[in-house]
């Protein structure tokens, strides 16, 4: 069974402050998602990593595949509050199989 | 271009009964995923419908079914429902090459 572990679980922090999520597995994904999840709503999509070492930038956010293809990590800059909400990373095997597999989520709040 | 649309967005049940939701996936996505987030939790994949049949499932019991149909949307059924089936339920509309996954809003259902 593909497991996913994110930390931290909760994160709260002032406006302007950088922060680090962290996405790792004891299994290869043939690709991470990130997600951004408001309350009451579904997962919004920020990022596809596929290639191991891969970095993505997006605005004050970049992401980071590992070189192994087991881990991820998210990294805001200068968070803002809007930047608050729950971040998922999810992995998939690939091929044919489109099932992801959630890690459980950190909860960012950024304070004004 | 219309998104990922799910109806209804709240639904009440009680012990027992039965419900039907419904997912209608992006134009040109012929993939459709269910999950199921509970609260405070990462979304766990039920199953996933590709030309109009069940093609993966996850670990849940047989109580939870679904369809799809030509036109590519989407229902997942629930039958007997149990307190622990309260929950997010989230439609996944999958674009192939690289593989992307899009979700809907969710239906939030209570189970009393």
């Known amino acids: 069974t593909q497991l996913l572990e994110q930390s931290p679980q909760f994160l709260s922090i002032q406006e302007g402050e950088n922060l680090t999520v962290y996405c790792n597995s004891s299994?290869?994904?043939?690709?991470l998602q990130w997600y951004r999840q408001e309350p009451g709503e579904g997962p919004v999509l920020l990022v596809t990593?596929?290639?191991?070492?891969e970095v993505k930038k997006l605005k004050r956010l970049t992401f980071q595949f590992g070189d192994a293809r087991k881990d991820s990590s998210l990294h805001i800059t200068a968070a803002q509050p809007g930047d608050t909400g729950l971040y998922l990373c999810?992995?998939?095997?690939?091929?044919?199989?489109?099932?992801?597999?959630f890690g459980k989520g950190t909860l960012l709040t950024v304070n004004p | 271009d219309a998104g990922v649309t799910q109806s209804p967005t709240h639904l009440i049940k009680t012990r027992g009964q039965q419900v039907t939701l419904r997912c209608s996936p992006k134009?040109?996505?012929?993939?459709v995923s269910w999950y199921q987030q509970a609260l405070g939790q990462g979304p766990q994949f039920i199953f996933q419908?590709?030309?109009?049949?069940?093609?993966q499932r996850g670990n849940f019991p047989d109580r939870f079914s679904g369809h799809q149909f030509p036109n590519y949307s989407s229902e997942l059924n629930v039958n007997a429902l149990l307190l622990g089936d309260s929950a997010l339920y989230l439609c996944?509309?999958?674009?192939?090459?690289?593989?992307?996954?899009?979700f809907g809003p969710g239906t939030r259902l209570l189970v009393l």
């Open positions: 134009s040109g996505h012929d993939t």
């Open positions: 996944a509309s999958i674009r192939r090459g690289p593989e992307t996954q899009y």
């Open positions: 419908y590709y030309e109009e049949e069940e093609r």
């Open positions: 990593v596929v290639t191991g070492g």
């Open positions: 299994s290869v994904f043939s690709s």
């Open positions: 999810a992995g998939s095997s690939g091929g044919s199989n489109y099932k992801l597999t």
